[in-house]
Protein backbone atom coordinates (compact mmCIF):
# COMPACT_ATOMS: atom_id res chain seq x y z
CA UNK A 1 0.00 0.00 0.00
CA UNK A 2 1.43 3.32 -0.79
CA UNK A 3 0.29 6.95 -0.50
CA UNK A 4 1.10 9.00 -3.66
CA UNK A 5 0.18 12.49 -4.81
CA UNK A 6 -1.85 13.47 -8.38
CA UNK A 7 -3.09 16.99 -8.86
CA UNK A 8 -3.65 18.13 -5.21
CA UNK A 9 -5.31 15.14 -4.11
CA UNK A 10 -4.39 12.12 -2.15
CA UNK A 11 -4.58 8.95 -3.78
CA UNK A 12 -3.28 5.46 -2.19
CA UNK A 13 -2.60 2.73 -4.33
CA UNK A 14 -3.30 -0.93 -3.27
CA UNK A 15 -2.04 -3.78 -5.25
CA UNK A 16 -3.37 -2.23 -8.72
CA UNK A 17 -6.16 -0.26 -7.09
CA UNK A 18 -5.98 3.51 -6.83
CA UNK A 19 -8.27 5.50 -5.08
CA UNK A 20 -8.41 9.26 -4.07
CA UNK A 21 -8.81 9.43 -0.08
CA UNK A 22 -11.54 12.35 0.74
CA UNK A 23 -9.74 15.28 1.55
CA UNK A 24 -12.86 15.68 4.46
CA UNK A 25 -11.24 12.56 6.06
CA UNK A 26 -8.10 14.06 5.84
CA UNK A 27 -9.31 17.38 7.40
CA UNK A 28 -10.71 14.94 10.16
CA UNK A 29 -7.24 13.71 11.51
CA UNK A 30 -5.95 17.17 11.35
CA UNK A 31 -3.29 17.28 13.72
CA UNK A 32 -1.89 21.22 14.62
CA UNK A 33 -1.94 22.40 18.11
CA UNK A 34 -5.44 24.08 17.16
CA UNK A 35 -7.09 21.17 15.54
CA UNK A 36 -5.64 17.90 18.40
CA UNK A 37 -4.80 18.27 22.15
CA UNK A 38 -1.42 16.67 21.93
CA UNK A 39 -1.86 14.31 25.95
CA UNK A 40 -5.72 12.72 24.80
CA UNK A 41 -5.09 12.93 21.28
CA UNK A 42 -8.55 14.06 21.12
CA UNK A 43 -9.99 16.96 18.45
CA UNK A 44 -10.15 20.13 19.63
CA UNK A 45 -13.40 20.58 16.83
CA UNK A 46 -16.40 19.43 16.36
CA UNK A 47 -15.98 17.72 12.43
CA UNK A 48 -20.04 17.60 12.23
CA UNK A 49 -20.08 21.27 12.18
CA UNK A 50 -17.75 21.62 9.30
CA UNK A 51 -18.58 22.20 5.78
CA UNK A 52 -17.49 18.95 4.20
CA UNK A 53 -16.89 20.56 0.68
CA UNK A 54 -13.33 20.91 1.88
CA UNK A 55 -10.52 21.21 -0.92
CA UNK A 56 -6.97 21.32 -0.34
CA UNK A 57 -5.16 24.00 -1.71
CA UNK A 58 -1.23 22.71 -1.38
CA UNK A 59 -0.23 19.07 -0.45
CA UNK A 60 3.33 17.64 -0.39
CA UNK A 61 5.24 14.78 1.13
CA UNK A 62 8.15 15.14 3.09
CA UNK A 63 10.33 13.42 5.19
CA UNK A 64 7.41 10.58 4.92
CA UNK A 65 5.10 13.47 6.48
CA UNK A 66 2.11 14.51 4.25
CA UNK A 67 1.74 17.95 4.59
CA UNK A 68 -1.68 19.75 4.00
CA UNK A 69 -3.30 23.07 3.43
CA UNK A 70 -6.74 22.95 3.46
CA UNK A 71 -8.84 25.48 1.97
CA UNK A 72 -10.46 26.52 5.48
CA UNK A 73 -7.16 27.68 6.51
CA UNK A 74 -6.01 24.92 8.67
CA UNK A 75 -2.65 22.77 8.09
CA UNK A 76 -1.44 19.36 8.82
CA UNK A 77 1.59 16.98 8.93
CA UNK A 78 0.07 13.43 8.55
CA UNK A 79 2.69 10.62 10.05
CA UNK A 80 2.20 8.65 6.37
CA UNK A 81 2.97 5.48 7.97
CA UNK A 82 -0.11 6.05 10.20
CA UNK A 83 -2.15 6.90 7.35
CA UNK A 84 -1.04 3.41 5.58
CA UNK A 85 -1.61 1.46 8.89
CA UNK A 86 -4.86 3.11 9.17
CA UNK A 87 -5.86 2.32 5.80
CA UNK A 88 -4.63 -1.58 6.02
CA UNK A 89 -6.32 -2.02 9.47
CA UNK A 90 -2.77 -2.89 10.85
CA UNK A 91 -4.08 -0.97 13.96
CA UNK A 92 -6.83 -3.28 14.68
CA UNK A 93 -4.96 -5.42 16.93
CA UNK A 94 -7.82 -7.92 18.64
CA UNK A 95 -8.98 -9.10 15.16
CA UNK A 96 -5.73 -9.39 14.23
CA UNK A 97 -4.39 -12.58 16.84
CA UNK A 98 -5.98 -15.57 15.55
CA UNK A 99 -8.13 -17.59 17.18
CA UNK A 100 -6.27 -21.19 17.16
CA UNK A 101 -9.09 -23.89 17.64
CA UNK A 102 -8.47 -27.26 20.14
CA UNK A 103 -9.63 -29.94 21.60
CA UNK A 104 -9.23 -32.97 24.03
CA UNK A 105 -5.60 -33.38 22.76
CA UNK A 106 -4.58 -29.51 24.00
CA UNK A 107 -3.00 -30.32 27.52
CA UNK A 108 0.50 -29.09 27.12
CA UNK A 109 -0.95 -25.55 26.55
CA UNK A 110 1.91 -22.83 28.50
CA UNK A 111 1.34 -21.61 32.05
CA UNK A 112 2.04 -18.06 32.95
CA UNK A 113 4.20 -16.83 35.99
CA UNK A 114 2.47 -14.16 38.60
CA UNK A 115 5.09 -12.32 39.87
CA UNK A 116 4.80 -8.21 41.29
CA UNK A 117 4.07 -5.80 38.80
CA UNK A 118 3.43 -8.35 35.59
CA UNK A 119 0.14 -6.16 34.76
CA UNK A 120 2.65 -3.76 33.29
CA UNK A 121 5.03 -5.89 32.05
CA UNK A 122 5.88 -7.50 28.91
CA UNK A 123 5.03 -10.70 30.24
CA UNK A 124 1.19 -9.56 31.04
CA UNK A 125 1.51 -8.34 26.65
CA UNK A 126 2.23 -12.35 26.26
CA UNK A 127 -0.24 -13.37 28.88
CA UNK A 128 -3.39 -11.39 27.01
CA UNK A 129 -2.08 -12.48 23.39
CA UNK A 130 -2.42 -16.09 24.68
CA UNK A 131 -5.77 -15.93 26.07
CA UNK A 132 -6.96 -14.00 22.87
CA UNK A 133 -5.37 -16.73 20.71
CA UNK A 134 -6.75 -19.97 22.57
CA UNK A 135 -9.38 -18.30 24.74
CA UNK A 136 -8.05 -18.94 28.17
CA UNK A 137 -4.92 -18.47 30.18
CA UNK A 138 -3.48 -19.81 33.66
CA UNK A 139 -1.09 -17.69 35.52
CA UNK A 140 0.40 -19.91 38.38
CA UNK A 141 1.26 -18.47 42.27
CA UNK A 142 -1.48 -15.40 42.48
CA UNK A 143 -1.26 -14.42 46.25
CA UNK A 144 -4.27 -15.77 47.64
CA UNK A 145 -4.65 -13.06 50.47
CA UNK A 146 -7.67 -10.39 50.81
CA UNK A 147 -9.64 -11.63 47.86
CA UNK A 148 -6.31 -10.80 45.23
CA UNK A 149 -8.69 -11.68 42.84
CA UNK A 150 -9.94 -8.26 42.26
CA UNK A 151 -6.64 -6.80 42.76
CA UNK A 152 -5.69 -8.84 39.86
CA UNK A 153 -8.60 -8.07 37.61
CA UNK A 154 -8.10 -4.14 38.80
CA UNK A 155 -4.94 -4.26 37.24
CA UNK A 156 -5.79 -5.39 33.49
CA UNK A 157 -9.00 -3.04 33.89
CA UNK A 158 -11.71 -2.57 35.86
CA UNK A 159 -13.75 -5.55 37.98
CA UNK A 160 -17.15 -6.14 36.43
CA UNK A 161 -19.69 -5.48 39.62
CA UNK A 162 -22.60 -7.89 38.91
CA UNK A 163 -26.02 -8.04 41.80
CA UNK A 164 -23.38 -11.42 43.16
CA UNK A 165 -21.03 -8.55 43.71
CA UNK A 166 -17.76 -7.60 43.07
CA UNK A 167 -16.31 -11.48 43.41
CA UNK A 168 -17.51 -14.09 44.08
CA UNK A 169 -16.69 -17.57 46.54
CA UNK A 170 -17.15 -20.90 45.02
CA UNK A 171 -17.25 -23.52 47.84
CA UNK A 172 -20.29 -25.92 48.69
CA UNK A 173 -23.29 -23.76 51.19
CA UNK A 174 -26.28 -24.93 52.76
CA UNK A 175 -29.44 -24.01 50.60
CA UNK A 176 -27.25 -22.16 47.45
CA UNK A 177 -28.92 -20.37 44.89
CA UNK A 178 -26.96 -21.73 41.89
CA UNK A 179 -25.13 -24.98 41.34
CA UNK A 180 -21.82 -23.85 41.41
CA UNK A 181 -21.70 -23.77 44.99
CA UNK A 182 -22.82 -27.45 45.49
CA UNK A 183 -20.09 -29.85 45.22
CA UNK A 184 -21.85 -31.41 42.10
CA UNK A 185 -20.62 -31.65 38.67
CA UNK A 186 -21.35 -28.87 36.37
CA UNK A 187 -22.04 -29.69 32.73
CA UNK A 188 -20.18 -27.36 30.45
CA UNK A 189 -21.50 -23.96 30.26
CA UNK A 190 -21.29 -19.99 29.89
CA UNK A 191 -21.65 -17.69 32.42
CA UNK A 192 -24.81 -15.83 33.38
CA UNK A 193 -26.03 -15.62 29.61
CA UNK A 194 -29.21 -14.30 31.01
CA UNK A 195 -27.39 -10.54 31.36
CA UNK A 196 -26.81 -7.74 28.78
CA UNK A 197 -24.38 -7.55 28.01
CA UNK A 198 -23.19 -10.98 28.95
CA UNK A 199 -19.60 -10.51 31.20
CA UNK A 200 -17.04 -11.28 28.90
CA UNK A 201 -13.91 -12.72 30.61
CA UNK A 202 -13.90 -15.01 34.20
CA UNK A 203 -10.93 -14.82 35.96
CA UNK A 204 -11.56 -18.18 38.71
CA UNK A 205 -9.05 -18.61 41.55
CA UNK A 206 -8.01 -21.41 43.49
CA UNK A 207 -7.75 -20.47 46.86
CA UNK A 208 -7.29 -24.18 48.58
CA UNK A 209 -8.25 -27.10 46.89
CA UNK A 210 -7.88 -30.47 49.30
CA UNK A 211 -10.19 -32.30 47.36
CA UNK A 212 -9.22 -35.78 44.71
CA UNK A 213 -11.79 -34.45 42.33
CA UNK A 214 -13.28 -30.89 41.03
CA UNK A 215 -10.89 -30.85 37.88
CA UNK A 216 -11.85 -27.61 35.56
CA UNK A 217 -13.03 -28.38 32.29
CA UNK A 218 -13.22 -26.02 29.58
CA UNK A 219 -14.55 -26.73 26.12
CA UNK A 220 -13.57 -24.41 22.99
CA UNK A 221 -16.94 -23.34 21.67
CA UNK A 222 -15.28 -22.03 18.68
CA UNK A 223 -14.21 -25.40 17.50
CA UNK A 224 -17.73 -26.90 18.15
CA UNK A 225 -19.18 -24.45 16.44
CA UNK A 226 -17.06 -24.89 13.30
CA UNK A 227 -17.79 -28.81 13.50
CA UNK A 228 -21.24 -27.87 13.96
CA UNK A 229 -20.93 -26.09 10.80
CA UNK A 230 -19.01 -28.40 8.56
CA UNK A 231 -20.48 -31.80 9.82
CA UNK A 232 -24.28 -30.25 10.58
CA UNK A 233 -24.69 -27.07 8.54
CA UNK A 234 -29.16 -27.43 9.36
CA UNK A 235 -28.21 -27.17 12.63
CA UNK A 236 -25.78 -24.63 12.87
CA UNK A 237 -28.86 -23.19 10.89
CA UNK A 238 -30.94 -22.84 13.30
CA UNK A 239 -28.42 -22.46 16.22
CA UNK A 240 -27.58 -19.27 15.12
CA UNK A 241 -31.04 -18.01 14.00
CA UNK A 242 -33.53 -18.72 16.92
CA UNK A 243 -33.24 -16.54 19.76
CA UNK A 244 -33.69 -18.26 23.26
CA UNK A 245 -34.71 -16.57 26.83
CA UNK A 246 -32.35 -16.79 29.58
CA UNK A 247 -33.28 -16.25 32.67
CA UNK A 248 -32.40 -16.18 36.33
CA UNK A 249 -34.47 -15.14 39.63
CA UNK A 250 -33.11 -14.23 42.92
CA UNK A 251 -34.88 -12.78 46.04
CA UNK A 252 -34.54 -8.85 45.00
CA UNK A 253 -33.52 -9.38 41.08
CA UNK A 254 -35.31 -11.33 37.62
CA UNK A 255 -32.29 -11.16 35.05
CA UNK A 256 -33.46 -11.85 31.14
CA UNK A 257 -31.61 -11.88 27.83
CA UNK A 258 -32.61 -13.31 24.64
CA UNK A 259 -29.85 -14.81 22.36
CA UNK A 260 -29.03 -17.43 19.78
CA UNK A 261 -26.77 -20.28 21.21
CA UNK A 262 -24.38 -19.32 18.22
CA UNK A 263 -24.16 -15.78 18.00
CA UNK A 264 -21.84 -14.69 14.95
CA UNK A 265 -21.14 -10.89 13.81
CA UNK A 266 -22.11 -8.95 11.11
CA UNK A 267 -19.50 -10.76 8.58
CA UNK A 268 -21.56 -13.85 9.62
CA UNK A 269 -17.82 -14.78 11.49
CA UNK A 270 -18.08 -16.73 15.19
CA UNK A 271 -18.81 -14.39 18.00
CA UNK A 272 -20.21 -15.67 20.67
CA UNK A 273 -21.56 -18.96 22.44
CA UNK A 274 -24.76 -18.90 25.34
CA UNK A 275 -24.93 -22.46 26.79
CA UNK A 276 -26.65 -22.84 29.83
CA UNK A 277 -29.02 -25.48 29.47
CA UNK A 278 -30.71 -24.91 32.87
CA UNK A 279 -31.87 -21.66 32.22
CA UNK A 280 -32.88 -21.23 28.22
CA UNK A 281 -36.08 -21.25 27.32
CA UNK A 282 -37.12 -21.20 23.68
CA UNK A 283 -40.08 -19.33 22.25
CA UNK A 284 -42.86 -21.57 20.79
CA UNK A 285 -42.18 -22.06 17.30
CA UNK A 286 -44.26 -24.52 14.55
CA UNK A 287 -43.76 -28.05 15.40
CA UNK A 288 -41.19 -28.86 12.52
CA UNK A 289 -39.00 -25.99 13.32
CA UNK A 290 -39.22 -26.53 16.96
CA UNK A 291 -37.89 -30.60 16.12
CA UNK A 292 -35.15 -28.93 14.47
CA UNK A 293 -34.32 -26.64 17.06
CA UNK A 294 -34.20 -29.55 19.84
CA UNK A 295 -32.27 -32.32 17.60
CA UNK A 296 -29.63 -29.50 17.36
CA UNK A 297 -29.73 -28.00 20.70
CA UNK A 298 -29.39 -32.12 21.73
CA UNK A 299 -26.06 -32.45 19.12
CA UNK A 300 -24.90 -28.76 20.16
CA UNK A 301 -24.83 -30.44 23.79
CA UNK A 302 -23.12 -33.71 22.72
CA UNK A 303 -20.23 -31.78 21.31
CA UNK A 304 -19.91 -29.87 24.13
CA UNK A 305 -20.30 -32.54 26.75
CA UNK A 306 -18.05 -34.87 24.31
CA UNK A 307 -14.41 -35.97 25.46
CA UNK A 308 -13.17 -35.53 22.27
CA UNK A 309 -13.38 -31.34 22.71
CA UNK A 310 -13.07 -30.85 26.76
CA UNK A 311 -9.95 -30.57 28.55
CA UNK A 312 -9.12 -31.25 32.79
CA UNK A 313 -6.68 -29.70 34.60
CA UNK A 314 -6.66 -29.41 38.43
CA UNK A 315 -6.38 -25.65 39.51
CA UNK A 316 -3.90 -25.63 42.67
CA UNK A 317 -3.66 -22.98 45.51
CA UNK A 318 -2.71 -20.03 43.78
CA UNK A 319 -3.84 -20.86 40.00
CA UNK A 320 -5.80 -18.24 38.20
CA UNK A 321 -7.72 -19.27 35.21
CA UNK A 322 -8.79 -16.37 32.93
CA UNK A 323 -11.46 -17.73 30.65
CA UNK A 324 -13.40 -16.01 27.45
CA UNK A 325 -16.74 -16.37 28.60
CA UNK A 326 -17.78 -15.84 25.20
CA UNK A 327 -15.73 -18.36 22.95
CA UNK A 328 -15.05 -21.15 25.94
CA UNK A 329 -17.70 -23.32 27.69
CA UNK A 330 -16.39 -24.12 31.52
CA UNK A 331 -16.91 -26.58 34.32
CA UNK A 332 -16.27 -29.13 36.95
CA UNK A 333 -15.61 -32.60 37.65
CA UNK A 334 -17.95 -33.39 40.58
CA UNK A 335 -15.57 -33.89 44.38
CA UNK A 336 -16.40 -35.26 48.03
CA UNK A 337 -16.62 -32.24 50.09
CA UNK A 338 -16.04 -34.37 53.01
CA UNK A 339 -12.51 -34.85 51.75
CA UNK A 340 -11.11 -31.51 52.13
CA UNK A 341 -11.96 -27.89 51.62
CA UNK A 342 -12.43 -26.42 47.78
CA UNK A 343 -12.31 -23.22 47.57
CA UNK A 344 -12.69 -21.07 44.38
CA UNK A 345 -12.54 -16.66 43.84
CA UNK A 346 -14.39 -15.47 40.59
CA UNK A 347 -14.92 -12.19 39.35
CA UNK A 348 -15.29 -10.62 35.79
CA UNK A 349 -14.29 -8.01 33.24
CA UNK A 350 -14.87 -7.31 29.90
CA UNK A 351 -13.14 -6.41 27.16
CA UNK A 352 -12.27 -3.06 27.39
CA UNK A 353 -10.16 -3.87 30.15
CA UNK A 354 -8.07 -6.70 28.15
CA UNK A 355 -8.02 -4.93 25.04
CA UNK A 356 -7.28 -1.77 26.98
CA UNK A 357 -4.16 -3.36 28.16
CA UNK A 358 -3.05 -5.28 25.53
CA UNK A 359 -3.14 -2.14 23.04
CA UNK A 360 -1.41 0.05 26.21
CA UNK A 361 0.89 -2.50 26.72
CA UNK A 362 1.84 -2.48 22.91
CA UNK A 363 2.11 0.80 22.71
CA UNK A 364 4.86 1.09 25.79
CA UNK A 365 6.68 -1.85 24.77
CA UNK A 366 6.53 -0.77 20.78
CA UNK A 367 5.92 -4.07 20.30
FE1 LIG B 1 -19.77 -21.10 35.75
Known amino acids: MKIELSNKKVLFKNGGIVEEIHPF ?19 LFDPTILNIEIGIKNVKINDELLEIDFSDGTNSKLSVDKIISELSKQDLLISSIPKIQWDSSFNNFKKFNFSEGVSESKE ?7 FYKYG ?5 NVPTENNYIVNFANSIGSVRR ?11 IPNPNDLAYTSLKLSPHTDNPYRNPVPCIQLLHCITNEVKGGYS ?9 EVLKKNHPNFYDVLTKVKVKFKFIDKDVVLEDWSELISLDDKKNFKQVRFSPRLDYVPLLNKNELDLFYN ?23 DLL ?25 CYIDFDSSEGKLRHLKRKFSL
Open 25 to 43: WLRERANGDDSLDKISQQR
Open 124 to 130: MYEILLS
Open 136 to 140: FVIIN
Open 162 to 172: TNFGEHFNVKS
Open 217 to 225: TLVDGFTVT
Open 296 to 318: ARKKLSDLYNSDKYSIEFKLEKG
Open 322 to 346: MMNNYRLLHGRTEFDANEGKRFLQG
